[in-house]
C-alpha cells in the first residue's frame, strides 16, 4: 500500500479508510492497555499519533518502537478524542524498517546547539532542525519568485574564478598543482596549473552579475560563495549562500527600494507559508519571532546617512552609552553591535544606511559629488546587523579607472570590467544578501551555523 504523507494525513477526514504511515518515532508512551507512539516523516513539523492495542502485538516489537526508530504503521483513520489534534491512526500492522539502538545521539530532548553541530547528520530529525530548513527550503522558492515575477533573469556565475571581486573577502585556491612540493606561491608556476594561472572559489559573483545586468536588463545570482575568513562569529560562514540582483538604469534610491520591497516579500512570505514551523520556533527559540517578522513587514526601513549615523552613535557615547568597539567618528567602520544599536535601539527599525566613505567600501561604488562619499546602502536589520550590501555602481569609465590606480590593483585583472563602461556603459546598481543571514532572521536562530544543513567554518568541513 502507498504510504501516506503525515502532513497529507493530518489534514485528511477520510475517517474509517486504512492508510499506512511511514517516518521516525519521536515518543513511544504506554499504559496497560494501549501504547502511543509519535511519528514524524519530516512532512510537518507535528507528527501523527499512532494508537497501539497492548494485546495486538507483541512485546518484543513494542521494545523495538524505540525514539528515533523507522516505522511503517497500516491502520485506520480515526477521529482523535486527545486536545490539539484532529486524527490519529488505530494501528492494525507495524513494521520496524529500521531500529535505533539507545546510543543514538538524539535521544534526549533539549540538548544544546553546539551538542548538536557534532551531530550535523543527525539533527536534522530534531524538531528544530525540520524547521529551519522547510523555512531554508521556502525562503529559497520565494526569492527565485520575488525575482521571477519582477523581469529578472536568473543568472549563473562562475564558482571557480581567477577574479578576485574587489577582495571582499579572503579566497580558497583552487589548483591541481601539489603545493607542498612546488614550493611557496611566488616560485609556483601557475602556468602549469589546471586553468594556466592562479584561480580560486568566489567570494562574490557581482562583478560577473554587473556583465549579465548590463546585457538582460536585470538579473540575479543566487549561488554559493566562499570566504576564507577566519572570523569565529555567529554570522560568517566560510562556505554561504549569496543573492545578488544587479540592475540596468537603477538609481540609489530605487535600489533602496528594491531591498526593502524584496526582504520584506521575503518575511512575508515565511508568514504566509510557513505558518506551523514560525509557531514552533516562536514557541522554543524566541517568543517576540513572530512580532518581529510582522513589525518588519509593516514598518517603512528608516534612511540614513552614514554620516548621520555617525553623529546619533557619537550622541549616544556622550550620553553614556558603553561599546566594546570605540566609536572613533567619522571614516570608522560599523561594527555590528554599533549597527545594532541604530535598528534596536535608537529606531527600533530596520536601517538602510547609505553614502558611505569612500575608503571603507569598495572600489565599484559610485563617488557623489562630495568627493568623500560613495553610493552604497546597505541594510541593517535586527539582531543581524548588516544582512544586505548593496550600491550604485561606478559607470564613468575615468573615473573607475582612477579609483583601480588609486588602490594600487591590477588594471590587467579587470579588463573585461572595464569593457562594460567602455562600450555602451549605463548606470546600474545591485546588492547581495547572504542567504543564511535572511534564515538567521526569519527563523530567530542565534548561530548561522544551525541554519545551514553542513556548516565549513575554521577548522571545521565535516561531511
Ligand atoms: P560583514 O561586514 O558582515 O562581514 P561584508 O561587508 O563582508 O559583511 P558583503 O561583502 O557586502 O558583506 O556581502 C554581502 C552580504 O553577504 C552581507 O550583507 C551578508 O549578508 C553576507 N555575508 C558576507 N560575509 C558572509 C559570511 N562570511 N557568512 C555569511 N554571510 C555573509
Ligand atoms: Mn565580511
Redesign the pocket.
Known amino acids: 500500500m502507498k504510504r501516506t504523507k503525515v502532513i497529507d494525513i493530518l489534514k485528511s477526514e477520510d475517517y474509517g479508510k486504512t492508510i499506512v504511515a511511514k517516518g521516525w518515532v519521536r515518543t513511544h508512551r504506554a499504559s496497560k492497555v494501549v501504547h502511543f507512539i509519535a511519528l514524524n516523516d519530516g512532512s510537518t513539523i507535528h507528527n501523527v499519533q499512532i494508537v497501539a492495542d497492548t494485546d495486538k502485538f507483541d512485546e518484543e516489537l513494542f521494545k523495538q518502537i524505540t525514539t528515533g526508530a523507522c516505522l511503517s504503521v497500516e491502520g485506520e483513520l480515526c477521529k482523535s478524542p486527545a486536545a490539539g489534534q484532529a486524527s490519529e491512526i488505530h494501528a492494525a500492522k507495524i513494521e520496524i524498517l529500521g531500529p535505533c539502538p539507545g546510543d543514538y545521539p538524539m535521544q534526549k530532548k533539549g540538548q544544546s546547539f553546539e551538542y548538536m553541530r557534532q551531530y550535523a547528520h543527525l539533527r536534522l530529525r530534531t524538531n528544530t532542525f525540520g524547521a529551519v530548513f522547510r523555512i531554508r527550503h521556502n525562503m529559497a522558492i520565494a526569492i527565485h519568485k520575488y525575482f521571477h515575477d519582477h523581469g529578472f533573469y536568473y543568472f549563473n556565475t562562475p564558482i571557480i574564478t581567477s577574479s578576485d571581486a574587489e577582495g571582499?573577502?579572503e579566497m580558497f585556491q583552487v589548483t591541481t598543482l601539489d603545493l607542498a612540493r612546488t614550493g611557496k606561491d611566488d616560485h609556483v608556476a601557475y602556468d602549469r596549473d589546471f586553468f594556466g594561472k592562479k584561480t580560486n572559489l568566489t567570494v562574490?559573483g557581482q562583478l560577473e552579475g554587473e556583465l549579465g545586468a548590463t546585457a538582460l536588463g536585470a538579473i540575479y545570482t543566487f549561488g554559493p560563495t566562499f570566504?576564507a575568513?577566519n572570523?569565529n562569529t555567529p554570522?560568517?560562514?566560510?562556505e554561504?549562500w549569496?543573492i545578488e540582483p544587479e540592475v540596468a538604469f537603477m538609481d540609489k534610491d530605487e535600489l533602496m527600494d528594491l531591498e526593502e520591497d524584496f526582504i520584506k516579500y521575503c518575511v512575508q512570505w515565511a508568514l504566509d507559508n510557513c505558518q506551523d514551523d514560525l509557531a514552533f520556533l516562536n514557541k522554543m527559540i524566541d517568543k517576540t519571532l513572530l512580532e518581529t517578522l510582522q513589525s518588519v513587514v509593516k514598518e517603512n526601513f528608516v534612511r540614513l546617512s552614514y554620516t548621520e549615523g555617525i553623529e546619533i552613535l557619537e550622541q549616544a557615547v556622550r550620553d553614556g552609552r558603553k561599546f566594546e568597539f570605540p566609536v572613533t567618528g567619522w571614516g570608522m567602520d560599523l561594527a555590528?553591535e554599533h549597527e545594532r544599536y541604530l535598528v534596536e535601539e535608537y529606531f527600533k527599525r530596520p536601517v538602510i544606511m547609505n553614502d558611505y566613505p569612500s575608503e571603507i567600501k569598495a572600489f565599484y561604488m559610485k563617488k557623489n559629488p562630495d568627493g568623500k562619499t560613495m553610493q552604497g546602502t546597505?541594510v541593517l536589520f535586527p539582531r543581524i546587523?548588516?544582512?544586505?550590501?548593496g550600491s550604485v555602481r561606478e559607470e564613468n569609465y575615468g573615473k573607475l579607472l582612477d579609483e583601480i590606480h588609486a588602490r594600487g590593483m591590477d588594471e590587467s585583472n579587470y579588463s573585461w570590467y572595464l569593457d562594460t563602461r567602455k562600450y555602451g556603459s549605463c548606470p546600474h546598481a545591485g546588492f547581495?544578501?547572504?542567504f543564511?543571514?535572511l534564515i538567521l532572521f526569519v527563523t530567530g536562530m542565534q548561530n548561522?551555523r544551525d541554519v545551514i544543513p553542513f556548516p565549513r567554518t575554521p577548522k571545521n568541513a565535516e561531511f
Open positions: 571582499a573577502g562574490s570566504r575568513e572570523s554570522r560568517h560562514l566560510a554561504f549569496m555590528s546597505d546587523g548588516e544582512i544586505i550590501g547581495g544578501l547572504g543564511e543571514r548561522i
